[in-house]
């Protein structure tokens, strides 16, 4: 989600830096990943002098301008009536990339090669005056970057918005994080809209699927004229990688941004019936979406039809069917509220995503459809002459009442580990617009556009984040019980593992399941104790002896290069009882597996190999440093690989 710090500003006043702003914005969970200044020139845009005009040998209009650039001389057609030798004029060089998205190229125009253009105020983003080149005052040189306070600095904050965030995937969300953060109020654009009740008389809404569109709304107006956008509108859909169209897409896609609310507008003319029907589509019904491709739905498509035919997937994407055109005069705007599971699936199912979609899919606030319709018909209107427009048509069967939730403050104080006051913690929730009734208890309204708050945990979350997570003292109440104390058997078992790697063995932790298969060349089947349900046949036997584990490390460590091994293990092993006090038997056993030289060559020097006499005397020291004298080594023949349990 990209803002700009200039349009958080129409709506709080901001008491911080850029960068401290969005340090707020991130310490309250709206992470803020980047910002980028957006700078009060245009990469690209130079001053030039006009040297000579020459006409153009195949049009009236058109002129040739001989211009200075500094480095070089280059012509470049014009056809503005005000250029004249000497004018100095900004000039957009070639790969220049203009506010309204055009990308300047050595291009021909009716034969003669133009190197770039002499710019406008509007081209510039500067204005709405477009007839004539912009003249250039002061003590500009031809060749240098052409900087003015005309041009806007701003800065663009790039935030990463959480799926249960949906609230702040609008300019106005995040203005009132902001000033929730620093106690300011919020303003909102006041809007006033004149009605001509003559407007769509015979239009109505129907909505067959409740559930998955709880409200629809709409106005209809007459009397559009499609044309580009005021360059304030053109520049603000830029900062924010939103290209500009035309008046009417750009006013529906500003009050997206804006507030977070999806719209749409359709040619009016090309709606059948005067009438909306949402419902859901026929199984393997075709549909041409605005992107042009031809797109096959099913029954759990919901689809916004006319009385013929399908004119938008609901909260998707409109139809190439009802798409404004230039010569559209009558448009009709809807604002509604869709189910978000059901734009989910149908955006997975078309592979389709755009910028409404994936709000819908979040959650978006039922209640603000009417306010951002409104907001719509303003920009429309303060672009265009004669605009008349509807009064307003709304079906709202799906209406909830708002959540409440109780609040205790001695509960939060606990929990966070402060002492806010009751004043502090209500404020804080009254400026993120929550509304709070004082009985016996403390009883919160959830506002429609937060879905995320559902119990008191999440209120008191809001308190935390909001009034400072720093404000959280730090408070150690760790208590340490006798019962923590190693038992005996565990003081003895350190003592051995400490004495084994004092005589150069690492210690090695292996499961307490084996293979069968590879259990066969070390116990008797019959003996053998199977695990129930085992994940896996690597893991199906319990271990009547630690050889096989430590054999497959050490296999394991040899196939990797490592050639001197020494490694040890104190592990459980099992076996059936024959006592009859028990079925099964557990206890610590230790081995070890020995490997390589005695000792780690040097480059030049040899080593013995490990021998039976350096393994008796490492076990001879081990038993020695554990004051054990009575004692007896058995050697076992190399060909024998099974041996006694127990």
Known sequence: MKVTYNWLKDFVDIPWSPEETAEKLTMAGLEVEEVITKENYIEGVIAGKIISIEPHPDSEKLRICLVDLGTDRKNIVCGAPN????????????????????????????GVESFGMICSEYELGISDVSDVVMELKGSFRAGDKFISEKFQKDYIFDIFITPNRPDCLG?????REIAALSGQKIRKPEIKINESPDIGENFCIEIKDIKNCPRYSARILEGIVVKPSPVWLINRLNSVDIRAINNI????NYVLMELGQPMHAFDYNLISGNKIIVQPAKENEEFITLDGIRRILDSNTLLICDNEKGVAIAGVMGGLNSEINENTTKILLESANFNPLSVRRTSRKLGLSSEASKRFERGTDPEITLYALDRVCQIISESSFNVKVSKIYDEYPGKKKNKKVSLRIDRTNKILGTNFSEEEILNTLKNLEFEIKKDKNIEVKIPSFRHDIEREIDLIEEVSRILGYERIRPIINLKVRESAKKSEEERYLDRFKNLFMSLGFNEVITYSMIDEKFNKYFDEPEKSIFVKNPISKEISLLRRSLVPSLLNVALLNFNRGVDNIRIFEIGKVYWKDNTGKADYREE???????????????????????NIFFVKGIVETFLDKIFLDNYKIFYYDKSDLKYSYG
């Open 83 to 110: 250029v004249m030798e000497g004018m100095m004029v900004p000039v957009a060089i070639p790969g220049t990339k203009l506010p309204n998205s055009e990308i300047i190229q050595i291009t021909k125009i009716r």
């Open 171 to 175: 300019v106005i969300g995040i203005a």
């Open 249 to 252: 897409v750009d006013a529906t």
């Open 588 to 610: 610590n056993y230790l081995s070890a597996i020995a490997q390589g030289k005695i000792e780690n060559p040097m480059w030049k020097d040899k080593s013995s190999n490990i």
